[in-house]
């Protein structure tokens, strides 16, 4: 069974940092775009960042504007994972990070991934 597990989360004050983790089994993730969303309460789910395979695009990246030189998406491929430092978390940051898989080159578009984890929860506050 494919399997994305996202872990990582918790609590942390404005200013903090959290680093996410999305370990895959029954596929390889560096065959994959991966790709990071979060929802918040009462909104729409949104892309924050994602990695092309080595193969698509060289391995380019996205990043959405708001999550712009504080976010950094990377691959561990030892361990069949992509990681997501994320630094300086403002209260908007809070949300549920789900990641996800595409074959293929990334996208921004939550429809077009075909494998996703469950979320881990991200509490940015005072």
């Known amino acids: 069974q494919i399997r994305l597990v996202e872990s990582g989360g918790g609590s942390v004050r404005p200013g903090g940092s959290l680093r996410l983790s999305c370990a895959a089994s029954?596929?390889?993730?560096?065959?994959?775009?991966v790709a990071w969303f979060r929802q918040a309460p009462g909104k729409e789910r949104e892309v924050v960042s994602y990695i092309n395979s080595a193969t698509t695009n060289n391995g380019g990246i996205y990043y959405a504007d708001s999550v712009k030189g504080r976010f950094t998406i990377s691959r561990d491929n030892a361990m069949n994972a992509v990681s997501l430092q994320m630094s300086s978390l403002k209260a908007e940051d809070t949300a549920v990070y789900y990641c996800?898989?595409?074959?293929?080159?990334?996208?921004?578009?939550?429809?077009?991934?075909?494998?996703w984890g469950q979320g881990t929860q991200v509490i940015v506050s005072s």
């Open positions: 996800a898989a595409k074959y293929g080159g990334g996208s921004v578009i939550r429809a077009e991934y075909d494998y």
């Open positions: 029954g596929l390889t993730l560096d065959y994959w775009a």
